[in-house]
């Protein structure tokens, strides 16, 4: 059967959204070329709502069909429209104008085509694409059978209309491929934030960046760098690193390095080094000093956890600033970028690092690692002063970000702060009781100032900074509710070193409990299983005690014995007690008849039971020397 050409075979579908969208129109609809033929419907139209009668306004409404060559119908539906939307649904062409008339699941059957044909390593083209749908439409009343049923699983219309032999154009098909790879491969470009009047989108509202410590960003990540100890050089692990920056300049006001995952203590000792002074020894070698200070009256973040803590909400409402949360991840760029710039710019140069993919990291990171922390932090500090803060800022030619954060503070200064307002951002409060001589335990050492003399016996709180545990803020206790008062800095007494981070210090106690383990204890732990063993002994020896003592009292209980009396006739100078079953198990002389006849003649007189006299023998024997005495005294 021949093949029907494209637009005979589809002159009548529309796709599922034009049925729906043909009484439907957008409202607030405006015409920005006014054609001749628009002008001419509006001439038309406007004759109609201006007759001044119902017989001119028939009149008019003929030849306004006449000179469109459309019903009068079509005509009064045009005035509807433009009474319910407005006349620019008289520049409204056809909604298919410019695009292949084709139904959606034909569509979707040769674009599924396309993505099944290009799996696996294969590569399908355009022209094998409609081969293949002249070979199906040769098949015919074939297509029923059911071994092509999941083939046309979706594609009902599909396959009624290849059995008739109508399928898409060459030309249709080339047009719905490339529409979809364009659409695939398409990408918009960002233009950039113009110079002035720069936005950031938040969850509250659009902020306007207009100056300089005005809007300050706030993020964290991990670097792609492994850090040793110092001491061992033995790899402790990535840093993390806090980073303030501020939107109107670019610059990095502040930072926070350390190993302990980013929460809002770090958060708070980034905000307390960005708003404070910085001053550096000559052993960061620094050309230019980090100028930049001050309180921003923004802080803006992402939706993490430790943006929405307790701690921050004190912070922002001690330093009297607002808190807002980014409204899309893309808000962020600034202060990701510079994250890449450190990874690739500085940490990519040394030993030790990983990159960013965990699958590609290099075999020898860990073997050449070289970096402590303090090296690390002096390499960051010179970076950002020296480099990135002196660098141009990309929006304005010939200018530096130093030189734009400082343009808003060329008649006023920046705002300082008091160190002690800026403790709150310090980390957690460790409760102590302070000991003699004014010293406290803290992290296993002993921390000694003169500030607390006169507090022996009592309890104050420390504040530290983690980057630095050889000095802590000693606070008074709150009491009732009382905010407590600074009393001074206390000093590590034992610590030989100036500097040490608690990342440093708890790495060096597992260092020494692992040593620990590992050294021969034997002797140590066989003292302490001796121990163990002599005390389950002497438990088991006082258990047998007990029941030796229980068993004796009980014998003693169940062997009291009856008085018998032999010759009851007889005068008897002294009672002697005896019971029948100890005199019948006694031994006595077996040469003396007499008393062998006695004692015949009392068990023919009291002859015992037999289960008594083997009870008697188990019994133990009367303790009699001589029996012959003894039968004469009792005779």
């Not at 050089?233 to 926070?256: A, E, N, W």
């Not at 002063?385 to 400082?406: A, L, S, T």
């Not at 034992?494 to 990342?503: G, K, T």
């Amino acid at each position: 059967m021949p093949r029907k050409s494209t637009s005979q075979a589809f002159s009548v579908f529309e796709t599922e959204d034009t049925a729906q969208t043909e009484e439907k129109e957008t409202a607030y609809l405006l015409v920005n070329e006014e054609s001749p033929e628009y002008l001419k419907k509006v001439d038309l139209i406007d004759a109609i709502r201006q007759a001044p009668n119902k017989a001119a306004r028939r009149e008019a409404i003929a030849d306004a069909a006449k000179a469109l060559g459309k019903s009068t119908r079509t005509i009064k539906r045009m005035i509807e429209k433009v009474e319910q939307v407005g006349v620019a649904t008289l520049a409204v062409g056809r909604k298919d104008k410019g695009q292949y008339r084709i139904s959606k699941q034909w569509h979707d059957f040769i674009v599924n085509l396309h993505k099944w044909g290009n799996r696996e390593g294969s590569r399908i083209n355009h022209n094998q694409i409609f081969g293949y749908l002249k070979a199906l439409a040769s098949q015919e009343e074939k297509l029923r059978q059911q071994k092509y049923n999941e083939k046309f699983k979706e594609y009902s219309q599909v396959r009624e209309d290849l059995i008739i032999g109508n399928y898409p154009s060459h030309v249709t098909v080339y047009k719905v491929i490339n529409s979809y790879l364009e659409e695939k491969h398409s990408t918009v470009r960002h233009p950039g934030s113009p110079i002035e009047g720069q936005i950031i989108q938040t969850t509250e509202g659009i902020l306007e960046i207009t100056h300089s410590n005005q809007i300050w960003q706030i993020d964290h990540t991990k670097l792609d760098i492994l850090l040793i100890d110092g001491e061992d050089k033995q790899v402790i692990g990535r840093p993390y690193i806090t980073l303030v920056m501020d939107s109107y300049s670019g610059c990095v006001t502040g930072f926070h390095l350390g190993f302990e995952a980013a929460g809002s203590h770090e958060v708070g000792l980034a905000l307390r080094h960005a708003i404070l002074p910085k001053h550096y020894e000559t052993e960061y070698e620094l050309q230019e000093t980090w100028e930049i200070c001050g309180i921003p009256e923004y802080v803006v973040t992402d939706r993490a956890k430790e943006f929405k803590s307790e701690h921050l909400k004190q912070i922002s409402l001690q330093l009297d600033f607002i808190r807002r949360l980014r409204a899309f991840p893309q808000a962020g760029g600034l202060i990701e970028s510079i994250f890449d710039k450190i990874n690739k710019e500085i940490l990519s140069l040394y030993g030790g690092y990983t990159g960013s993919s965990i699958e590609e990291r290099p075999p020898e990171a860990e073997r050449t690692a070289c970096l402590t922390l303090d090296e690390l932090e002096k390499r960051l500090v010179r970076y950002f002063v020296d480099h990135y803060n002196r660098h141009d800022y990309p929006r304005v030619k010939n200018q530096k970000r130093i030189e734009r954060w400082k343009s808003n503070f060329l008649l006023e200064e920046p705002e300082l702060i008091d160190e002690r307002e800026l403790d709150i951002c310090l980390m957690k409060i460790a409760i102590r009781n302070v000991e003699k001589y004014g010293s406290v335990n803290f992290l296993g050492w002993v921390y000694q100032g003169d500030c607390l003399l006169n507090y022996g016996g009592k309890q104050v709180s420390l504040r530290y900074d983690k980057r630095n545990i050889t000095t802590v803020l000693a606070y008074t206790r709150h009491i009732n509710g009382e905010p407590g008062e600074f009393l001074g800095i206390v000093q590590a007494r034992d610590c030989e070193r100036e500097r040490m981070s608690l990342a440093e210090l708890n790495y060096i106690k597992k260092k020494l409990r692992d040593e620990g383990k590992e050294i021969d204890n034997s002797s140590i732990l066989n003292e302490r299983l001796s121990i163990f063993e002599d005390v389950e002994q002497t438990r088991k020896e006082r258990r047998r005690q007990r029941q030796k003592k229980a068993q004796q009292k009980h014998e003693v209980k169940t062997n009291k014995s009856k008085v018998v009396e032999l010759f009851p006739e007889n005068e008897i100078p002294e009672e002697v007690t005896t019971s029948e079953e100890n005199l019948i198990t006694t031994s006595f002389d077996a040469d003396s008849p007499n008393i062998v006849n006695s004692i015949d003649k009392q068990f023919t007189q009291n002859k015992p039971d037999a289960n008594e006299i083997s009870k008697a023998r188990r019994r133990p024997r009367v303790d009699v020397k001589d029996w012959n005495q003894f039968m004469r005294d009792n005779w």
